[in-house]
């Protein structure tokens, strides 16, 4: 059973910084993609980012490209998405999810976590 716990989640003012943890663990990771998506209300889930476990390829969407970097530690089954520069339209619940493609689309991908809220004001 795969399970992934996410957290860092909160409450900052435009500007800042937060880093979301997601620690996975079930079974080894190796050959997934990691994601990161995030959900507003009313709005639909959204793409953000993604990681190659195995190789550490990247990919971000256009509106978090160059504020927000993904990154990973083999050895401690975690993925991490250092958010700089928030702005209060990158409020959400923000969701990790492990996939055996690389892909953006989160159909693809098997297995989510809980979410976490973060709350960026004006």
């Known amino acids: 059973q795969v399970q992934l716990v996410e957290s860092g989640g909160g409450l900052v003012r435009a500007g800042g910084s937060l880093r979301l943890s997601c620690a996975a663990s079930?079974?080894?990771?190796?050959?997934?993609?990691m994601g990161w998506f995030r959900q507003a209300p009313g709005k639909e889930r959204e793409y953000v980012a993604r990681?190659?476990?195995?190789?550490?390829?990247?990919h971000y969407a256009d509106s978090v490209k160059g504020r927000f970097t993904i990154s990973r530690d083999n050895a401690k089954n975690t993925v991490y998405l250092q958010m700089n520069s928030l702005k209060p339209e990158d409020t959400a619940v923000y969701y990790c999810?492990?996939?055996?493609?690389?892909?953006?689309?989160?159909?693809?991908?098997?297995?989510w976590g809980q979410g976490t809220q973060v709350t960026v004001s004006e």
């Open positions: 999810a492990a996939s055996n493609d690389y892909t953006r689309m989160h159909e693809q991908y098997n297995y």
């Open positions: 079930g079974r080894t990771f190796s050959s997934y993609a």
């Open positions: 990681i190659s476990w195995s190789t550490g390829n990247t």
